[in-house]
């Protein structure tokens, strides 16, 4: 059930502290950690501490802890020192969506190209 946290979800795992990362924020309705494979100097997910498959899913349920994870990227991004950087939601793994787990990638810290990928 969306909403519900699922047993063999990896990022549900990491907020319940059964799965370590390097955390760098957390609030009431999120997690910040670094990415274990990072595509730029600054590469740190943000996650719903609530379990949604993907950014839509959130969005539907939950607009206002879709907003926290957006508000949360932006403040990553500040405490990171990223003048520039961009927050890519994946969804479906067509576009590259491994964890299916609502999350945001805050990617900065060296120039980034368009269009992406």
């Not at 274990?36 to 539907?60: C, F, M």
């Not at 349920?61 to 994870?69: G, L, R, T, Y």
């Not at 890519?88 to 067509?94: A, L, Q, R």
Request: a negative charge; glycine letters at 8%.
């Amino acid at each position: 059930m969306a909403g519900e946290p699922q047993a063999d979800c990896l990022f549900c795992k990491i907020v319940a502290g059964d799965v370590p990362a390097t955390l760098v924020r957390e609030t009431d309705t999120t997690v910040a950690f670094r990415d274990i494979n990072p595509q730029a100097p600054t590469h740190v997910l943000v996650i719903p501490k609530a379990h949604y498959p993907d950014a839509a899913s959130l969005a539907a349920a939950e607009p206002a802890i879709a907003a926290d994870v957006l508000r949360e990227a932006g403040e990553v991004a500040a405490e990171e020192k990223a003048e520039s950087y961009r927050v890519v939601f994946n969804t479906g793994s067509g576009a590259g969506q491994t964890v299916f787990h609502a999350h945001a990638h805050v990617l900065g810290g060296r120039g980034l190209q368009w269009p992406p990928g």
